[in-house]
């Protein structure tokens, strides 16, 4: 076990030894004087005298030395603030400048747009009618003809049926009756059928 220093066990605290408080004790008939500095009355002047000197010098260095910097410092900021505040400002006008200019170039291009659709579909119409009215004149000349053709021909038909109906006619008449007929008469009776 190891030994405690002896200086430290030379000191000894008397038995009636009281804890020091900072409060002026009597003992044995005599005041100490171990009042707490600032409370001690004898003291005050030069504690006042004191903190007005450490107050005015602090004053002067805060007024004269920190808060111009300090001010300086707050006012470059707020001309910092202000210079981007007008300058988004300026590019917000110019944004919407060209907004505007941007939405009337869309707004004539979809109106001229429109006019040029409309006058192609005019166009392509006024083509079309013309065109169909060149097929309808070919197409009715092309009728015309074909009935001019078909009207000869039936002529030609019926002239040859005509011929035919009435060699038929005299040939069942020559079987028949063993007699010949003219062929003026069979056209005569040819017609007389068909007015009838």
């Not at 005041?31 to 450490?54: C, E, I, M, N, R």
């Not at 910097?69 to 006012?75: C, I, K, L, P, T």
């Not at 009337?104 to 001229?112: D, E, I, P, V």
Request: hydrophobic share 45%; no cysteine; proline share 4%.
């Amino acid at each position: 076990m190891a030994t405690p220093n002896k200086a430290a066990a030379n000191i000894v605290a008397p038995a009636n030894a009281q804890p020091h408080t900072g409060v002026a004790t009597v003992e044995h008939g005599h005041a100490a004087t171990s009042a707490f500095p600032p409370f001690d009355k004898s003291t005050f002047g030069p504690q006042l005298v004191w903190l007005a000197l450490t107050f005015g010098f602090l004053y002067f260095m805060l007024s004269r030395r920190l808060l111009p910097r300090v001010a300086s410092v707050v006012e470059s900021r707020a001309e910092g603030i202000r210079s981007d505040l007008a300058e988004a400002e300026h590019l917000k006008v110019e944004t919407d400048t060209a907004l505007k200019a941007y939405e009337q170039a869309l707004t004539t291009a979809k109106t001229n747009a429109a006019g040029i659709a409309k006058s192609q579909r005019d166009q392509i119409a006024a083509e079309t009618d013309r065109e169909r009215a060149a097929v309808d004149a070919q197409m009715a000349a092309k009728v015309a003809d074909a009935e001019k053709r078909i009207a000869q021909s039936k002529m030609t038909a019926l002239s040859a049926v005509s011929g035919v109906a009435t060699d038929t006619v005299g040939a069942i008449v020559a079987k028949l009756t063993g007699q010949t007929v003219s062929g003026a008469e069979i056209a005569s009776a040819i017609a007389a059928v068909k007015a009838k």
